[in-house]
């Protein structure tokens, strides 16, 4: 009987997530990877392969700013696999502008923090029936951006902002992440399934793939060896896969392994479960599960 992991992750054909699905796929996980772009796919599988000739490795498309292919996905995944022993959010965008998605949200909401919600809880039975299995959710230390979070309000805000406002909006997206994760793991406790979020602290892979001089600077950063994005992976693989996560759930957790507290708002249950219940009802009309 093969002891191989199925685990799927999320934003893996680029920076940190392909770094962690290579070191994954090392450690023989069968991995699904969510995409949006088939070029992507071709370029991540075969880079895995060069690395893993033996890997197995299944690509599933997916939008995560067109909320309903996000749960096409996650209905096909959960018909077709039997057990998931590990989902992997990752994917995330910091946009310098306000883009509004398709289905009418802002981009940084519905790519960081809408999708991923849908995703987990469309899959959220299958985590059950597979465990002992792991959510690990990418959040980040931005967080702090954000001072406040009123659900009614920043799930579906639209406003436009500047280059230099949109670090609070981004940051407002990774606070929902953690507020996310530690209501699931309430929720999902004495289930077998752990849920866990992570910083994966500062890192130059596709940084600021929107400003002009993203390239250069990283390639300064990196000559000066700042922001080693192999850090960033780690984190996200040991919460994935080390035994000494296993059994840990509802913590939040620095690139080096030590928790983490978050800003007040973030820590409180009452805010926790009421994001969770204004993200459960935007989420309805693609959520057959109504979770």
């Known amino acids: 009987m093969s002891t191989s992991k199925t685990i799927l992750i999320t934003g893996a054909t680029n920076g940190l997530g392909r770094i962690a699905a290579k070191t994954l796929a090392e450690q023989d996980a069968h991995l699904i990877i969510i995409a949006r772009s088939q070029e992507k796919m071709d370029e991540t599988h075969a880079e895995i392969l060069r690395s893993v000739p033996s890997a197995k490795i299944d690509f599933e498309y997916a939008d995560f700013t067109r909320l309903s292919t996000v749960a096409d996905a996650a209905l096909k995944i959960a018909e077709k696999y039997q057990r998931i022993d590990?989902?992997?959010?990752?994917?995330?965008?910091?946009?310098?502008?306000?883009?509004?998605?398709?289905?009418?949200?802002?981009?940084?909401?519905?790519?960081?923090?809408?999708a991923p919600w849908l995703l987990t809880s469309i899959l959220r039975q299958r985590l059950v029936e597979s465990a002992p299995s792991r959510i690990v959710t990418v959040a980040s230390e931005a967080s702090r951006q954000s001072k406040s979070l009123d659900p009614t309000r920043d799930l579906t805000d639209t406003t436009t902002y500047t280059f230099l406002g949109s670090s609070q909006y981004y940051g407002c997206t990774k606070l929902m992440n953690i507020m996310f994760s530690m209501e699931l793991a309430r929720q999902l406790k004495d289930t077998g399934v752990v849920v866990n979020c992570l910083c994966p602290g500062f890192n130059v892979t596709g940084l600021g793939r929107e400003v002009p001089f993203a390239g250069l600077l990283e390639t300064v950063l990196k000559l000066f060896s700042v922001g080693d994005p192999n850090r960033g992976a780690s984190i996200i693989v040991q919460l994935a896969s080390d035994t000494a996560f296993a059994n840990v759930s509802g913590?939040?957790?620095?690139?080096?392994?030590?928790?983490i507290t978050p800003i007040d708002i973030g820590n409180d249950i009452t805010a926790q479960q009421l994001l969770w219940t204004e993200t459960a009802k935007l989420m309805r009309k693609y959520n057959p599960f109504n979770e």
């Open 86 to 114: 590990v989902l992997i959010n990752n994917a995330g965008i910091h946009a310098f502008e306000q883009r509004i998605t398709a289905d009418g949200f802002g981009e940084m909401v519905s790519v960081n923090y809408l």
């Open 251 to 259: 913590g939040y957790f620095s690139v080096d392994g030590k928790p």
